[in-house]
């Protein structure tokens, strides 16, 4: 019991953090490699648990911190136009993040950017839940047959922080940045691109000089 424990502040930690942590999903293939007898769907699905109560976190946090105090009121009706999109088609959101869900792509970027739209947090947190206690299932059972048949080492089972993770990571930020500056307003209504100028995107201060 003490180690699903463990297991489940880990994986939560790691899905707090919202960037240059390991994907999730390489933790359960290295528990795979490393313990191929003690890997099964259970813990796969406390992994999967953990991992979207963490991602709910991360979204709640750029919520309170960045939206709330660091975005003006024109940059929240801009991002507030994604979460109209996304109500109106919820059977296609759940699928669209579902499949998403099922892959090993990060999705710390994705919880952000829906944190800073004040969206209804359950309609991504479901099937995130659902996708990733596959996958994780699925990166489990890989890496412990895999680990039946051959030996490696730890550190080359485990190893994550090379130029391409810190690349990746450096890139998915930068999106995110973009995703408050672009007039999504403009793009849904007209299908023109436009990217709003940093004086409207920042915020407004609470006592502007006379």
């Known amino acids: 019991m003490a180690k699903i424990l463990l297991l489940f502040l880990l994986i939560f930690l790691l899905n707090v953090i919202p960037a240059f942590a390991p994907p999730t ?22 992994g999967a648990l953990a991992a979207t109560l963490g991602r709910f976190t991360l979204a709640k946090g750029s919520n309170l911190i960045i939206r709330r105090r660091f975005l003006s009121e024109k940059a929240k009706q801009n991002v507030d136009v994604i979460r109209e999109q996304l109500s109106r088609r919820k059977k296609l959101t759940f699928s669209i993040f579902l499949f998403y869900a ?5 999705s710390n970027y994705l919880f952000i950017a829906y944190g800073l739209t004040a969206i209804e947090l359950k309609l991504i947190t479901v099937p995130f ?11 489990t059972f890989t890496a412990s047959s895999i680990a039946r048949r051959i030996t490696l080492e730890d550190t080359e089972a485990f190893s994550y922080l090379g130029l391409y993770f810190v690349t990746t990571q450096i890139l998915l930020l930068t999106l995110v940045y973009l ?7 403009l793009l849904v209504s007209e299908r023109k691109f436009k990217w709003i100028s940093r004086n409207e995107n920042g915020p407004r201060s609470s006592n502007p000089a006379k």
């Open 179 to 185: 995703f408050t500056r672009l007039d999504w307003r």
């Open 129 to 139: 839940f659902i996708g990733r206690w596959v996958s994780y299932s699925f990166w």
């Open 25 to 46: 999903w390489m933790v359960f293939s290295f528990l795979g490699f490393r313990f191929p007898n003690h890997m099964g769907i259970t813990l796969a699905f406390v």
């Open 102 to 106: 099922f892959t090993p792509l990060p």
